[in-house]
């Protein structure tokens, strides 16, 4: 018996492996609350619902053309116009099975062995993956908590090589929360008009939980480098359709058409009663979702109040997404019998088995002084979880 060694070095997700231990403990009899996971606790909207049962009524149930049916593309392209000023055609949209897969298929359709992609640290835990399956190298740009998490033009000019072929990240960021302004982006764009072969991969699946007067703001609203941009987004976060496993990609029309391709011989089309309710979610009443944004931004006004009474948490102010993404560095060398904490998976065991709350390291993010916590519970787990972390630190001698 044995499995590949690609199998072998690739890591396991961090998040999926966190959840996975709580619900161990869970099944032994623990309250345990989970804030490891990055999935909204509300219910897909009623009228999304509806619209899956009726396309499911309307014999929905076959194979769909690998990019997507084109009524969700042609969704998409009227949401970008309207929400981004963005301008696609149908044919430069591909729907797939999820962001995830998005951004395996842009991977492997682009990249080749030796090729190196920036990546925005810290980062969703898939990235790296993701990007070391296609036989590239991920070069990491670290921020730090002091500038909001967010990279300098002189940061990315000094990682971009001969090598380089894309650079990714994400705004509103997992994990950090952190939001990239038009302000912010503009030295960056400076540096990216030097490097006309760079292709910029933006992962905007948080768009819509995003609290930065103004609102959204995709790179790819700067006419300079447009042609050269990749957004990845789906239904998962703002409309609460994690389960739904449906994502889509805009790209230039080259650029689609590889990834249809690469997908045509993975999974071939996503489901066809999915994509009908994913039309209905862009192009419908969009209350759900706005709903959504002010109550998860509400929670991060709590959470933020909460963790700023825990010695050694030092935190910055999230505007977007649903993660605080606290520097615990503070609290490595402290131990509680004998058990000494030198990192964040030490620190985040401890939380999980002493103060039975599920958080992820951040190490898993690139980031090892930090922790993700997921906001995305209610207002009352909220209030409980930070209040079992304080009286775990406040053990820690």
């Known amino acids: 018996m044995y499995v590949s060694d690609r199998l072998k070095n690739m890591a396991e997700s961090a998040t999926i492996k966190m959840a996975q231990l709580a619900r161990e403990l869970k099944s032994e009899g623990h309250e345990v609350i989970s804030l490891s996971l990055g999935e909204p606790d509300f219910d897909t909207p009623e009228h999304i619902k509806k619209a899956a049962n009726k396309a499911l009524q309307d014999g929905y149930t076959k194979y769909t053309p690998v990019p997507g049916l084109v009524e969700l593309r042609e969704a998409i392209v009227t949401k970008f116009k309207r929400d981004n000023n963005l301008e696609f055609d149908k044919n430069q949209i591909v729907v797939s099975n999820g962001a995830k897969q998005s951004l395996a298929n842009l991977s492997l359709s682009l990249l080749n062995e030796g090729d190196e992609v920036i990546v925005f640290a810290p980062y969703w835990v898939s990235y790296k993956q993701i990007i070391e399956l296609s036989g590239a190298k991920p070069v990491f740009v670290d921020a730090t908590i002091e500038n909001d998490f967010k990279v300098t033009a002189s940061q990315l ?3 971009i090589t001969d090598k380089t072929r894309m650079i990714l990240f994400s ?5 950090t929360g952190t939001v990239y302004s038009k302000e912010d982006f503009e030295p960056l764009v400076k540096v990216l008009e030097k490097y006309p072969k760079l292709l910029i991969a933006s992962d905007e699946i948080y768009e819509y939980i995003n609290f930065l007067e103004g609102g959204h703001f995709s790179i790819a609203n700067f006419e300079s480098i447009k042609e050269r941009c990749i957004i990845i987004n789906g239904f998962s976060k703002g409309f609460s359709m994690t389960g739904w496993r449906l994502g889509y990609m805009a790209a230039p029309t080259w650029v689609a058409d590889a990834c249809s391709k690469m997908q045509s011989q993975f999974t071939s089309g996503a489901n066809a009663f999915g994509q009908k309710a994913g039309a209905e979610a862009l192009l419908a009443d969009m209350t759900p979702t706005h709903e959504m ?19 050694g948490f030092k935190v910055n102010f999230p505007k977007g997404a649903f993660y605080v993404f606290p520097n615990i560095s503070a609290l490595y060398g402290k131990s509680i019998d004998g058990k000494v904490i030198n990192n964040s998976s030490d620190f985040c065991e401890y939380i999980l088995y002493t103060a039975h709350v599920a958080i992820v390291a951040g190490e898993a ?3 090892d002084n930090c922790v993700r916590i997921a906001y995305s519970a209610s207002e009352d787990q909220l209030e409980e979880a930070v209040r079992r972390i304080k009286k775990a630190v406040d053990a820690l001698v």
């Open 157 to 159: 000019e000094g990682a």
């Open 171 to 175: 705004s509103p960021c997992n994990p």
């Open 293 to 311: 944004n002010k109550a998860f931004r509400k929670r991060r006004d709590l959470i933020l109040g909460l963790l700023k009474d825990i010695n």
């Open 365 to 367: 993010f690139g980031a």
